[in-house]
Nanobody, 124 residues
């Protein structure tokens, strides 16, 4: 059974950077598309970024492209989300998701396996 663990969240000031990590166990990392979603209290889960199993195809929520970068290190079975120039509206619980399919998807329903999330709070 695939298990995902996120880390790297925290409390930062506006303009700072954070790098989130997502480590996959219980499966063959290179076979999975990886995505990041986020959810603020009282809102729906929002797509942030996704990457296919090869690491060559990336997709971003349009408003985040340029500030956020998704990457993966297959040797460590870990995916990353680099977040720069953070804004208060970036605050929320950030989830990593994995899907055993080709390409990448921006819909939560496409992903079967999810982590517990790591909280990000950006103060103004």
């Amino acid at each position: 059974q695939v298990h995902l663990v996120e880390s790297g969240g925290g409390l930062v000031q506006a303009g700072a950077s954070l790098r989130l990590s997502c480590t996959l166990s219980g499966g063959t990392f290179i076979l999975y598309a990886i995505a990041w979603f986020r959810q603020a209290p009282g809102t729906e889960r929002q797509f942030v970024a996704a990457m296919d199993w090869t690491g060559r195809y990336h997709d971003y929520e349009h408003s985040l492209e340029g500030r956020f970068t998704i990457s993966r290190d297959s040797a460590k079975s870990t995916a990353y989300l680099q977040m720069n120039s953070l804004k208060p509206e970036d605050s929320g619980l950030y989830y990593c998701a994995a899907g055993h399919f080709g390409g990448a998807a921006n819909r939560p329903g496409a992903y079967r396996d999810w982590g517990q999330g790591t909280p990000v709070t950006v103060s103004s």
